[in-house]
């Protein structure tokens, strides 16, 4: 074997490495921040352990938490793409790799890469994750009322669901072709339909009836948000601290870890013991029993019992110092009457 062969031989190897690693390198590179485009109503986002406004332009980060407004819709997208509206007071968590985790409310995610590799969106609910096809969009709501209950539905195009199950096995899955929709329950396996509920389009957004379509961006869009408003509350996070969402126990960046800080306030603190039974990775994040106050009381005053005198006293001389300090007074009367009432009539 010659040396331009062996030299041909290592570049080939080299190659089977790298093209791998260039594929991971372009899908991670076709995804990007998403940012607000629109909100009609002001929207807040829990960055670390501080509460925040957010702003239209505004790029989210990962792990942010995103608070729609009470009102209307806010609408995200990105850079390749990608768009998502959030329902009115939709709680979000922002992850890696275009992952969304759904608290509660509504979510519409349209999935329009435009790049040549692009990684799929996926929305993350306490009860399945939704992975949305290639040109396609879907509408996914985490409700409490009147029960607990997750529903997708998938608008356009077909989307997988994965389902966990309580067992070690593997989870459930299932393929939602267009049209199609599903509800799952606590404790129950999913219930595919071949339509949407009733229940479900009446209690959906009415912007959502829409397909959801790009807005162009007018100025700059800003990675830093502005002041916080305030450290968070524990009633600001007291949702996300008890739901059953993966996120919460994510090794190394769990929900304990990263609001952990917050026990520094008393009231955060005392909100944490009274629902311990609800967060039990908080009993090693609590700090140890705080030392009772130190009370200081007076000193007792102390009397000082004087011995029996021994009879050996100095007693003050005529003349002395003393005696000039405490002049002898008169003599006192002393005797019998009788004897009295005749020195009397002597004078």
Not at 73 to 102: C, F, K, W, Y
Not at 117 to 144: F, K, M, N, Q, Y
Not at 190 to 205: I, Q, Y
């Amino acid at each position: 074997m010659t040396i331009q062969s062996e030299c041909s031989l290592q570049s080939c190897r080299w190659l089977v490495w790298a093209i791998p690693l260039l594929v991971a390198f372009n899908a991670s590179s076709a995804y990007a921040m998403w940012n607000s485009a629109i909100a009609d109503a002001p929207a807040t986002v829990i960055r670390g352990a501080d509460l925040y406004n957010a702003a239209v332009n505004q790029r989210v980060a990962t792990d942010d938490m995103v608070e729609s407004g009470t009102t209307g819709i806010l609408l995200l997208q990105d850079d390749v793409g990608n768009m998502m509206a959030l329902g009115p007071g939709t709680r979000i968590l922002i992850e890696s790799n275009a992952r969304v985790a759904l608290l509660t409310g509504w979510v519409k995610i349209a999935h329009e890469c435009t790049a040549s590799a692009c990684l799929a969106p996926a929305v993350e609910t306490e009860r399945g994750t939704l992975e949305i096809g290639d040109h396609a969009a879907a509408i996914v709501a985490a409700v409490s009322a009147p029960d607990p209950v997750t529903e997708m539905f998938s608008e356009s195009g077909i989307q997988k669901l994965e389902v966990p199950t309580n067992s070690a096995s593997t989870p459930d899955r299932a393929v939602l072709a267009e049209g199609q929709f599903v509800s799952i329950a606590s404790n129950k396996p999913f219930d595919l339909r071949p339509r949407p509920s009733a229940a479900f389009l009446s209690g959906m957004p009415i912007a959502f009836g829409d397909a959801l379509t790009r807005v162009a961006t007018t100025g700059k869009l800003r990675d830093d948000l502005a002041a916080p408003l305030r450290p968070v509350s524990f009633d600001d996070v007291a949702m996300w601290l008890m739901s059953g969402l993966p996120a919460r126990g994510q090794p190394g960046n769990s929900f304990a870890d990263r609001f952990g800080p917050r026990l520094a306030d008393a009231g955060f603190e005392l909100h944490v013991e009274q629902n311990l039974a609800a967060l039990p990775e908080w009993q090693g994040v609590l700090p140890g029993p705080r030392p009772k106050p130190v009370i200081k009381l007076p000193k007792k005053s102390t009397i000082i019992k004087s011995e029996p005198s021994s009879g050996t006293e100095r007693v003050p001389q005529a003349g002395s110092d003393a005696s000039a300090q405490n002049p002898p007074g008169p003599p006192k009367d002393s005797g019998h009457w009788c004897s009295r009432l005749f020195n009397g009539w002597h004078k």
